[in-house]
């Protein structure tokens, strides 16, 4: 029997209060990975500069992503990429510190935001205005933005953590619990940069 295939799930049009040129969309990765720190970053938009093919960074080839990383820096009218320490997860748990490193992407934007637009359920605590968008990155351009932007600086940073580790895989994986990066951290150990307030590093220091 053929399989059936998924039927996109259809979100309704966003309702945004704002009608400004200076809109922030703004995501985060790295929040599933046991080594690294968790990257931000706020874009925003130019509307006399319209980039195509922008959409959830998840689903586009590594070669899309780079070249649409070009094009946003490029042409948004602001941009800021940023990160909160594997040291800072382990301090203040992965989910403050995701909101503590979108908020450092939206303070780094020149010129500032005025409204901001939200990867997930949650806005990040910050003084500006703004809405949580679920999904955001395949509904808004300028979130999808951000998400591209975070997924490209992240992605360099466990190729980077590759060539100097390279038994661990990073540049297979990105850090992210799979057997082959479980299996070397069982047979090499954690390094500074794992998060030792994540379950399987945690249990792999208590061994020693």
């Given at each position: ?41 706020a ?29 946003i ?34 303070d ?13 359920n949650?806005?990040p605590?910050h ?14 351009p ?12 992240r ?5 980077a ?12 994986h ?29 249990r ?5």
């Open positions: 029997m053929a399989r059936r295939a998924k039927t996109p799930i259809e979100y309704p049009p966003l309702e945004i209060p704002y009608a400004g040129d200076h809109l922030a969309g703004v995501d985060e990765v790295g929040r599933g990975p046991l080594v690294g720190s968790v990257v931000a970053a874009v925003i938009l130019d509307p006399a500069r319209p980039i195509e093919g922008l959409g959830d960074s998840k689903t586009l080839s590594a070669k899309k992503r780079e070249a649409l990383d070009v094009l820096r490029e042409r948004a009218l602001a941009f800021c990429v940023t990160e909160a320490s594997p040291a800072e997860v382990d301090a203040l748990n992965i989910y403050h510190a995701t909101h503590l490193a979108m908020r450092r992407a939206v780094g934007l020149a010129p500032q935001a005025e409204y901001l637009l939200v990867d997930g949650r806005l605590g003084r500006l205005p703004g809405q949580a968008v679920v999904k955001g990155d395949a509904r808004h300028a979130i999808a933005a951000a998400s591209i932007l975070a997924k490209v600086a992605d360099a940073q466990m190729v953590l590759d060539a100097r580790y390279p038994h661990y895989g990073f540049a297979r990105k850090g992210y619990p799979t057997r082959e990066h479980l299996a070397a951290l069982a047979a090499h150990g954690a390094l500074d940069e794992h998060r030792r307030s994540f379950g399987p590093v945690k792999q220091l208590a061994l020693f």
